[in-house]
């Protein structure tokens, strides 16, 4: 079937790997990229398809309705992946308004304005992405199951949640067809340098302090994000309307491990005597309400529709390594301020 997909946050981190797979996968769709480009959104991340014909970009607010309403008209959009959202916990804290207003509001005028462009709403599909976050968090034993009860701890968990909410009340009320994600923590090439991976392999590199939170013992279960958007292929094509699947990797690790396990591999990678990068580890004041553990059960989704992530994790730190020092350019242009220069030469500004 001829689809005009529109692919929310495509200039992030999960979002440039979800359109790219799109894009090369399914010459058939057309893939609408909509994004605001926050400074988590970057076009260079999708250079590589950025001139295939089935690709189109929309520099566009979910909180501006009357644009939204336009690029559905235009492009005919079929059906809405939804990606984009405030991230970060940590900056949720500081500015928690700015996740209500992207990650609430941007969402319901999203859902609003599919509801009433699509009118029939039995042919189109809203797939929501969201976050393990929302179920709270876990001590030491259990793991989260779509049936956790939902138990959000921080502003931008609290975002999410509510996100979900109305994208399940307008499957109720309107019969609208969606469908829900929650995955785990996320790491791979094109993350922004503010969590916890990129941040690492950055301040390693350039021989500055790595940043561990009170006694780095909080637990997160980490996932290759091109094993995400294999799954989100999965779930847009099989998944069942209505339903909601965690997707994550049974891949948990404390924070200080992976810091440690990140300082030893670019030790060896960079000729470094091996002990150097690890006397950079300095404990900081702890995050406020920071969640200690997160874990998924992602036995669903393999049952039913049978997802495997197809990377273990020692091979996927290496690719996600290795693309950070091989793409020192990107690095510097998203912390520097250099992008916009790259933007405004590609589209004028
Ligand atoms: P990101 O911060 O890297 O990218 C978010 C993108 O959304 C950016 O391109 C940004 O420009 C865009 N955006 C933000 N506000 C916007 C607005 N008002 N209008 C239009 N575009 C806007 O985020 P990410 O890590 O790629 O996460 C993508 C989605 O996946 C989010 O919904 C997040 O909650 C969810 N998620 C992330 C993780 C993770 O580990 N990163 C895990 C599970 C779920
Ligand atoms: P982060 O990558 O921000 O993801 P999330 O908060 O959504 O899980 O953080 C991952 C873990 O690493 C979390 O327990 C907080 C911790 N952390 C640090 O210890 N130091 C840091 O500099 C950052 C950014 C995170």
Redesign the pocket.
């Known amino acids: 079937m001829k689809r005009n997909i529109l692919i929310t946050g495509g200039a992030g981190f999960i979002g440039c790997h979800v359109v790219k797979l799109f894009v090369e996968k399914y010459p058939d769709y057309n893939i609408i990229n909509l994004d605001c480009l926050t400074y988590a959104g970057n076009l260079e991340n999708l250079r590589a398809i950025e001139s295939s014909p089935n690709y189109i970009f929309e520099k566009v607010n979910l909180l501006d309705v009357s644009e939204l309403e336009a690029v559905f008209a235009k492009h005919a959009v079929t059906d809405v992946i939804h990606l984009a959202a405030e991230s ?3 900056r949720s804290i500081t500015d928690p308004l700015a996740f209500v207003k992207t990650n609430v509001i941007g969402t319901v005028n999203l859902l609003n304005v599919a509801k009433d462009y699509w009118g029939d709403l039995e042919n189109h599909l809203f797939y929501h992405i969201s ?1 393990d ?1 929302v179920y709270g968090s876990l001590e030491d034993g259990g793991f989260f199951t779509e049936t956790t009860p939902y138990d959000p701890q921080s502003p ?1 968990s609290a975002s999410k949640a509510s996100s979900d909410h109305f994208v399940r009340a307008y499957a109720n009320t309107y019969k609208m067809k969606t469908v829900i994600t929650n995955c785990s ?1 996320n790491y791979g090439p094109n993350q922004f340098p ?4 990129p ?2 392999i950055h301040n390693i590199k350039n021989n500055k302090p ?5 006694k ?1 013992e ?1 637990i ?1 279960d980490w996932l290759y994000v091109v094993d995400h958007a294999r799954a989100i292929d999965l779930v847009f094509h099989e998944g069942r309307a209505g339903e909601t699947y965690n997707i994550g990797g049974f891949n948990e690790w404390k ?1 200080i491990d992976i ?1 440690q396990l990140l300082c030893q591999k670019m030790d060896a990678k960079l000729g470094r005597a091996s002990g150097t990068s690890e006397k950079l580890i300095t404990y ?1 004041k702890d ?1 406020a309400g ?2 200690h553990r ?1 874990a998924i059960d992602a036995s669903k989704i393999q049952k039913e529709l049978g997802w495997e992530p197809s990377l273990q994790f020692e091979e996927g730190i290496e690719k996600t390594i290795d693309w950070y020092l091989e793409n020192e350019d990107w690095l510097n242009n998203v912390t520097s301020g250099n992008y916009q220069k790259y933007y405004e030469e590609h589209y004028g500004g």
């Open positions: 970060h916990v940590d976050t976050e931008y923590n503010e969590k916890l991976i941040l690492c790595l940043p561990v939170y009170g780095g909080n997160r924070n810091v900081v995050r920071h969640d997160y």
